[in-house]
Structure formats: C-alpha cells, structure tokens
C-alpha cells in the first residue's frame, strides 16, 4: 500500500506530542474522495486541540477537545485545506475527480441552516484526520471548489473565513455602522475586517499591535486604526470612531473584554468566537443590562454562509492573507511561529 508523511498528536501535551509518522494512504469509502493536500493553514484550534485547552462544561482547565470531550488519540490536526481530489470512492460523481477544492471544515446531521449548533457536530482535525498530512479523506458533498487558483491562499479562507463570516452574519450588521474588531491582524480580524468593510458596508477600527500596521489595515478596508497598547484606549477607540461603537467583533477575549464593553453604545453587540488572550473574564451584571447590550457567541457557520464566503472571495470582495508558509516537516516550528509571533495573516503548511 503506498504510504504518505503525516503529523500526529498522540495525547494532550506540548510540541512532544506531535510526532512525524509515515501512514498508509487512506481509502475513500461510499459517498468519500481522497484529497491530496497542497496547503494547509494553521488555527488555533489545532494548537489547542493538542494542548487539550477547550475545558469541559464542569472544569474550565481540565484537558478536552473542541467538543469539551476526550479526543481518540492519535490524531492528524489541521482544519484549513485545499487540495485536489486524487480518487473517489463508491457513488461519487466521476466529475469529481482532479478537481481544485477546499473542505468545509465539519460533518453534522444538523438540519439545514443550523449544522453548526448541531450536538453531533464532528471537526476535521479534531474528531477526523485532518491536514497535517500529504492527503486527507473527507465527504464529496462537502468539498466546495477552490475560489482561487493559487490554493496556498484559498487554504486561508475555510475555517477563519467562516468563522469571521457567521459572526458578522449574527450581528444583523448594517452599512455605516461603527464596527470594532479585536485581534485584526490575525487570520479571522483580517478577514473580519474585509468582510465587514467591504461586503456589509461598515466603518472599521481596528484594533492592532502598533501603528506600522495601519496602511495595511486601510488597505484591508479599516477606516481607522487603534493601538491595543495605548493608555487611553477607551477614548482613543471613540474618537476614532466619532462615536461611540455599534459592535465589537473579538477574538482576543479577557484582555480586550472590559474595554468592549466600555465603548459599545447602549443596544450595541458583542460577538465573539474565541480568546486567545484567556478564556475566563469579569463581567459586571449592571453593565450589561444598563446598556441593553447583546452579547453573543459564534462557531464556524452554515453551509450556505460556506458558498456566499467562497463567492465573495472568488469576486475579489476578499483577499487572502499569507503571512508565512513553512514545509510540512516543519510542523512543529510552524506552530511555534504561530503561537509565539504577531503575523499578520495565515500561516501556512505545505507538504
């Protein structure tokens, strides 16, 4: 049987646990095809995953996956592919095959609309093999066709292009609308701030490290900048924004959260999908409901949500970020790079 170079994690840990191994090439079965990989790009969940971060709903520091549950160990990790599909299994369509293509990033028998909050909701490199690898087997009907040519850029768009999608979708987000994002230098922000300038018509602050950024920011659709760093943020966020903020889209979590909530206007949204800064904050009660805020948590999104992302960035309403690439074998410094750098995009695998 011919063989493939694949990264597993072996059980919650640190870099230890993931070890370079060489596999058999699986097999698509009915209703699979078989990918073989171009580009995978890191998210934090494949970090996380490893580090066992996602708590379970009893103990937020107990070891867990990202459905708060133990993981069958090993598994391959990565959530980001495009590829091309290499072989097809039983009542696969033969058009299938040599296609360019990028992989919905989970299974679900959620009804249509609502796959995402589905309880039997299963990752790609979580609950199945993901994109560590040099191919990967995963469900025909959820391998959408590539919307660029250069797959190395469309690896950057499923599961952070998504994620950013659903969660401007949440906010009933309106054109003119103040609208601050959080950790818009990374791979969901930068999207984030795409989408929300240049598809929903918004006026973006974003938030970033430090001002070398700002003409990229602009370029990406951002109206003004904020440094995360500075000692008057609040005020600095509000005069950027001649106002105050109808909704905060974050990723960052507790280091960010008090501020949010500081410089949304009374009626306004908080919408977030992760927290990388730490996942336990305080929230005063009276701010909450003094303010009449919404707050609101967001997972990837809908299949439907799936096509229109794929559609905006084949228009060219949204461009690919490719901050560095690194050779699969290279696994292990990749992920070190994306934990411990301030890139400014995706990071990306190739096998």
Not at 96 to 116: A, C, D, I, N, R
Not at 279 to 290: C, F, K, W
Request: proline share 3%; with cysteine.
């Amino acid at each position: 049987m011919d063989k493939m170079k694949a990264f597993q994690v072996t059980g919650f840990g640190g870099l230890e646990k993931l070890i370079l191994n060489t596999l058999d090439i699986p097999e698509p079965k009915r209703g699979e095809v078989l990918v073989k990989i171009h580009a995978t790009a890191l998210n934090n969940s494949d970090i996380w995953m490893r580090e066992g971060a996602y708590g379970t709903d009893t103990s937020s520091n107990a070891s867990a996956g990202w459905r708060r549950e133990g993981i069958q160990f090993p598994r391959i990790p990565g959530s980001d592919i495009a590829g091309e599909i290499v072989k097809i299994g039983d009542d696969v369509e033969r058009e299938f095959l040599h296609k360019h293509v990028v992989l919905f990033p989970f299974q679900s028998s959620g009804e249509t609309g609502y796959e995402h909050m589905s309880s039997d909701i299963a990752y790609i490199g979580s609950e199945f093999d993901g994109g560590y690898a040099e191919y990967v087997i995963w469900k025909a009907d959820l391998c959408y066709e590539a919307p660029l040519t250069d797959l190395t850029e469309s690896s950057t768009i499923p599961v952070s292009g998504l994620t950013a999608w659903h969660m401007i979708t949440r906010t009933n987000m309106k054109k003119g609308q103040n609208v601050l994002i959080n950790g818009a230098t990374g791979g969901v922000g930068s999207l984030a701030v795409q989408i929300a300038s240049k598809v929903f018509g918004a006026k973006v602050i974003a938030l970033v490290r430090d001002h070398s950024l700002d003409a990229k920011m602009k370029e990406l659709g951002a109206n003004e900048t904020v440094s995360y760093k500075s000692t008057q943020l609040v005020s600095e966020i509000k005069e950027a924004a001649q106002g105050e903020i109808d909704i905060v889209v974050d990723v960052v979590g507790d280091t960010t959260f008090s501020t949010s909530l500081a410089v949304l206007k009374k009626g306004g949204s908080f919408v977030t999908s992760g927290a990388s800064s730490g996942v336990v904050t305080e929230l005063d009660l009276r701010t909450l409901y003094l303010k009449h805020l919404n707050i609101l948590g967001s997972t990837l999104g809908t299949r439907e949500e799936f096509s229109e992302l794929l559609k905006a960035v084949k228009e060219g309403e949204i461009k690919p970020l490719v901050d560095k690439t690194f050779p699969l074998i290279e696994a292990k410094e990749a992920q070190t790079y994306f934990k411990e750098s301030k890139q400014l995009g995706k990071v990306v695998l190739l096998p």
